[in-house]
C-alpha cells in the first residue's frame, strides 16, 4: 500500500530545490551507518505514515520506530548545522 497526500500540505514542501540533494546526501550517509533508521524516516516524513503503520511495515516495535525516528531527525539536523 503507498500512501498519498491528498493536500497541499506535504512535509518537504518548504524545502529549497538546493537543499534536496544535500537531504538526499546526508540520508545516503546515515544509510551506510543504519539503513533502519532511514527506512523509518522515509515512511514517516516522506511518505507520511504514522509510527504504528511505520512498525508495522518493518516488523518493528511503535517504540524502535519513535526512537529511529528520533535519532534519524537528530543526525540529519546535526548533519545541516554541519554544512553551515
Request: proline fraction near 4%.
Amino acid at each position: 500500500m503507498e500512501r498519498v497526500p491528498l493536500s497541499d500540505d506535504l512535509p518537504w514542501r518548504n524545502n529549497s530545490r538546493e537543499e534536496i540533494p544535500g537531504l538526499d546526501a546526508a540520508l545516503a550517509k546515515l544509510e551506510e551507518s543504519d539503513a533502519r533508521n532511514v527506512r523509518v524516516w522515509e515512511l514517516r516524513i516522506r511518505l507520511g505514515y504514522t509510527a504504528q503503520e511505520t512498525a508495522e511495515i518493518l516488523a518493528i516495535s511503535k517504540a524502535t520506530a519513535d526512537r529511529d525516528g528520533t535519532l534519524a531527525k537528530a543526525w540529519l539536523y546535526r548533519e545541516r548545522m554541519r554544512k553551515e
